[in-house]
């Protein structure tokens, strides 16, 4: 018998870098082989700048929303990746068989200047989130 892959995305809030790996893993990853998720250790809302990058890339996250790590899929998860040193400081111990893999990327909804400066902060990791997942397959 054939057993999905779990994989959970974690960063602070939940509300851009794991989503946009949630986004991304779910289009490009095989539904039949991994079940994904993503969270945070806090809940901060989906940001609306995450939604509009990815969609310029064809990925629609408009549909997810923030959560709170579950800890039954935590611990049932086969692959953990942290995308920021928040996520990786505070979540649950992660047990020596699960696979841990952790990424400091900074968090695109602190950018700032211009409209346009920050929607490039956001656009500069949606593409490093894309190469991380990408390198999964």
């Known amino acids: ?12 809030g939940n509300s851009c870098r ?6 991304y893993a779910k289009a490009f990853l095989p539904q039949n ?3 994904i998720r993503s969270a945070g250790v806090e809940v901060h809302g989906l940001n609306p700048d995450a939604v509009k990058v990815m969609l310029e ?12 790590i579950d800890l ?18 505070k979540c649950p111990v ?9 990424y400091p990327l900074a968090d695109p909804g602190n950018a700032v200047g211009s409209y346009e ?14 190469k991380i997942v990408l390198s999964l397959e």
């Open 1 to 12: 018998m054939f057993l999905m892959k779990k994989i959970y995305f974690l960063c602070t």
């Open 18 to 23: 794991s989503q946009m790996a949630e986004g």
């Open 33 to 35: 082989k991994f079940e």
């Open 57 to 68: 890339d064809g990925i629609d996250i408009s549909q997810q929303y923030s959560k709170k």
């Open 72 to 89: 039954g899929y935590f611990k049932s998860s086969d692959l953990i990746i942290t995308l920021c040193g928040d996520a990786k400081d």
């Open 94 to 102: 992660i047990s020596a068989e699960t696979q841990h893999l952790h």
């Open 117 to 130: 400066e920050r929607l490039d902060v956001f656009r500069n990791i949606r593409d490093k989130i894309k």
